[in-house]
């Protein structure tokens, strides 16, 4: 007997995802607007970071940044600030993001 | 239609820095924590699973309730394995049309570093510090994935 059928169930079980209904959404997350306003409000910080991105690496390469909307809010130099600091932002809507050299690739 | 973002940073002579990064922004709810999140996810379709990394865990699930999460799972990558938390999530995103999609699903969140507390261990938690969250495969097989270098555009549909 093939051994392929019981590991590709053992994957399905892994990985379940299940589609929400579009009722229950709003009850979990809120109302499309919302959602919408929130969403929008993350795209704005990356819009930000990309059209200030050469002025914000000259300014703080190897650096944390924190992005709120259009707007720098807090540059963090160590991992120990920047934990510190996290604290304080839950429940914000920031951007976070490390300015490292461009040389300095990042393969995940 | 779910725009994404392609994340193309410009030098100061207007060239682009490295190649454009693909990011899709989603609100991920953590009902447990009673979380509700919005935050940028790389597109990663090399990764297994749709992960927070430590950066944002640490932003919208905090230090004190990450360190309570007890089931974990060993995840393996490029710079060898880490331990990530096993969470029941939510992720949604938004159409053009504004309609909501969603789905619910088992979100790997990283944990600190064993040795990230002892001391002079800032590389590691440095490194940690710097990864970007992950929309894995697991999401992403729901969807139709685009992503257009050429015309500048990444989106995710269904045929």
Known sequence: MSVYPSSAQKIRVEYMVIKIKPEELTKSVGSSAEVKRHLEHQREGIEYLQNNYSELLGKYHNKWIVIEGNELIAVEDTPKQLMKHLDELKEKDVLLYYLADPEDLLIL | ?159
């Open chain 2, 1 to 159: 239609m779910i725009r994404g973002i392609l994340f193309e940073p410009l030098d100061s002579q207007g060239k682009p820095v490295g190649v454009a990064t693909p990011y899709m922004v989603a609100t991920l709810n953590i009902p447990r924590l009673h979380i509700s999140s919005s935050l940028p996810f790389l597109v990663d379709t090399g990764a297994d699973a749709t992960i927070l990394h430590l950066r944002d865990a640490l932003q919208i699930i905090g230090l004190r309730d990450l360190s309570m999460l007890k089931e974990t799972q060993q995840l393996k990558g490029i710079g060898g394995s880490a331990e990530y938390s096993i969470v029941p999530a939510e992720i949604v995103f938004c159409h053009d049309d504004n309609s909501l999609e969603g789905f619910q699903f088992d979100l790997r969140v990283a944990k600190p570093a064993k040795s990230w507390w002892k001391p002079r261990q800032s590389n590691i938690q440095a490194l940690q510090l710097r990864l970007p969250s992950l929309l894995g495969r697991d999401i992403l097989s729901e969807f139709c994935l685009v992503i257009d270098y050429h015309r500048r555009q990444l989106f995710l549909d269904h045929p």
